[in-house]
């Protein structure tokens, strides 16, 4: 069965501390990718980075960063020098083989920046 | 790049009316868009997929007659929620597909039926 797990339903940081968001995923197909996207409490949909399955370096994009490692199937997202504006639902997600990209969803994690 | 616009973003609504709810890819043609609905502090459930110039494809459980979508072209995708009833307030979020794979989210709409 193909499924997104996030364990960490909150969490805590200081601001201007990393921060990592913890994803597993299962999959038997050897072609997939994996997202992650921000929710601020406006609602919306932010694409944060991307990684596909065959891609051999970890994806990077600013401050963020996904610590993909393929055998232990895990995508964690890596934010550094967190900010307040970071805090927000981080959603992990998955297209998996012939899904016509859909996406398989995590359940979120919420994270909260401290001043 | 890669805007998606949803109008409105505040709809309420009386119980057995219809309510209409648009999705645009401002910048850039949409091969296909979803739509989605989220409940409160839950993560998003994908009610169906849209290609232009085709029926939509529905997920198990979510009636295809109760929420109508149209993917008139490659920049519009709409969803109609027909004879709304208040079990239909809900959050409801579409996304568009670029050629490659990521999905790009409208804003959102939440819907309040009374």
């Known amino acids: 069965a193909q499924k997104i797990t996030q364990t960490q339903p909150g969490m805590f940081v200081q601001e201007k501390e990393a921060v990592t968001l913890d994803c597993t995923y299962d999959t038997s197909d050897q072609s997939y990718g994996l997202f992650w996207y921000k929710q601020p409490s406006s609602g919306e949909m932010i694409f944060l980075i991307y990684?596909?399955?065959?891609d051999e370096q970890n994806a990077t994009e600013g401050r963020y960063s996904l610590n993909f490692q393929k055998a232990r199937k895990s995508a964690n997202l890596v934010i550094s020098a967190s900010q307040l504006g970071d805090s927000a639902m981080y959603f992990c997600?998955?297209?998996?083989?012939?899904?016509?990209?859909?996406?398989?969803w995590g359940a979120g994690t919420k994270l909260i920046i401290k001043p | 790049g890669a805007v998606v616009s949803q109008h409105p973003s505040w709809v309420i609504c009386k119980s057995g009316t219809s309510v209409k709810i648009e999705c645009r890819s401002l910048?850039?043609?949409?091969?296909?868009m979803f739509w989605y609905r989220q409940f409160p502090k839950q993560s998003l459930m994908l009610m169906a997929t849209s290609n232009e110039g085709s029926k939509a494809t529905y997920e198990q459980g979510v009636e295809k007659d109760k929420f109508l979508i149209n993917h008139a072209s490659l920049t519009l995708s709409t969803l109609t929620v027909t004879s709304a009833h208040p079990e239909d307030s809900s959050f409801y979020i579409c996304s568009a597909r670029l050629a490659q794979e990521t999905q790009y989210f409208g804003p959102g709409t939440r819907l309040l039926v009374l």
């Open positions: 990684q596909g399955s065959y």
């Open positions: 997600a998955m297209r998996a083989g012939d899904s016509n990209y859909q996406l398989i």
């Open positions: 910048d850039f043609q949409a091969t296909t």
